[in-house]
């Protein structure tokens, strides 16, 4: 049942490898909490399923793509708000739901002169301090009419 499930996701769904293990893995908590702390189920029906993730290779911007992106003018306004956003992560390595959190109290003036943003990520609730290039600060300029940040 569970092979023809991932055929399904796979071939009906157009769904991915990777993605279609991943929402398995998900039902199998699901199945695990009925086999083992409900005893709704006499045997673990993914006993038998293997399903293994692809590894993949992740591509990555070079310095000129990026600048690229940076200098790119979109017609809407609304995708030249997402190439900065996108471009701040990219100088950052802060998700969008990190950016989405900051406020002006995030960002501080370091003791050696530079801006920081110095928060706690949503994810994982680790403590974050990130030292703002140039580029990141010339956002936040840019938006900080905007909302608190941006």
Not at 57 to 63: A, G
Request: net charge neutral; with cysteine.
């Amino acid at each position: 049942m569970l092979e023809r499930f991932e055929l399904y996701l796979k071939n009906e769904k157009k769904i991915g490898h990777n993605t279609a293990i991943k929402y398995i893995q998900a039902a199998r908590k699901i199945i695990n909490i009925a086999v083992h702390k409900y005893y709704w189920l006499d045997k673990d029906p993914f006993s038998q399923f293997e399903g293994k993730l692809k590894e993949v290779e992740t591509v990555y911007l070079d310095e000129g793509e990026l600048t690229r992106l940076e200098n790119k003018v979109f017609e809407s306004e609304r995708l030249n708000i997402v190439r900065d956003l996108f471009v701040f992560t990219c100088y950052t390595s802060y998700s969008h739901c990190d950016i989405d959190n900051l406020t002006k109290d995030s960002i501080v003036k370091h003791f050696d002169g530079q801006f920081w943003i110095m928060t706690s990520r949503q994810k994982t609730d680790i403590e974050s301090n990130v030292m703002l290039m140039p580029q990141a600060l010339s956002i936040i300029e840019k938006y900080k009419i905007i909302r608190c940040v941006f």
